[in-house]
């Protein structure tokens, strides 16, 4: 799997907010997109407990990119 970009990410979540908007996220600006980490995360829950099936799979995705896990040794280890 390539290594996608904060840009790339950051299209993904404003394209699914613009997909979702009316039925998921309707208390939003219109104009409104999501510009750090903590925001996108909101709006990928929004899609998530509102939307169909298709928006929980897409924003599970993207979240996954946003919070990708780590092969790091946790301080417990």
Do not use: H, K
Not at 24 to 32: E, H, K, Q, V
Not at 33 to 48: G, H, K
Not at 51 to 75: H, I, K, Q, V, Y
């Amino acid at each position: 799997m390539s290594m996608v970009g904060q840009e790339a990410i950051a299209d993904g979540v404003n394209r699914l907010l613009d997909d979702y908007r009316l039925r998921c996220a309707w208390f939003l600006r219109s104009d409104y997109y999501p510009t750090n980490l903590e925001a996108r995360l909101r709006v990928l829950d929004y899609v998530e407990r509102r939307g169909d099936r298709e928006g929980f799979r897409r924003a599970a995705e993207l979240r996954r990119w946003l919070l990708p896990t780590s092969n790091a040794p946790s301080a417990g280890s």
